[in-house]
């Protein structure tokens, strides 16, 4: 069973960055997909960015193509979402979740993913 746990997040001004970080644990980092989610308030849940391993291939939501780049430390067991360009709209909870390998890792809302972070809060406001 994989633990996840995020950190990172916190309240920055438009136009700054941040990085996020998910931290697992409990299972080998292999052949599995780990993905970036955010929910706003009275919003849906939608994916962000995606990693897979062992091919390191990654998926973008449109929203964030350009300035976001997810990455992955293997020795650290670690994914990171360097987060640039920070917009209002960006504003939301940020959860990390684990699902089994595939070629292409999935976004959408999050439904195929097995195991979830608790979530670190990102604000975007000045």
């Known amino acids: 069973q994989l633990q996840l746990v995020e950190s990172g997040g916190g309240l920055v001004q438009p136009g700054k960055s941040l990085r996020l970080s998910c931290a697992a644990s409990g299972s080998p980092f292999n052949n599995v997909n780990i993905g970036w989610f955010r929910q706003a308030p009275g919003k849906e849940r939608e994916g962000v960015s995606c990693i897979s391993f062992p091919t390191g291939r990654t998926n973008y939501a449109d929203s964030v193509k350009g300035r976001f780049t997810i990455s992955a430390d293997n020795a650290k067991k670690t994914v990171y979402l360097q987060m640039n360009s920070l917009k209002p709209e960006d504003t939301a909870s940020y959860y990390c979740?684990?699902?089994?390998?595939?070629?292409?890792?999935?976004?959408?809302?999050?439904?195929?993913?097995?195991?979830w972070g608790q979530g670190t809060q990102v604000t975007v406001s000045t």
């Open positions: 979740a684990a699902t089994g390998f595939t070629s292409l890792c999935d976004l959408g809302r999050g439904t195929t993913y097995v195991y």
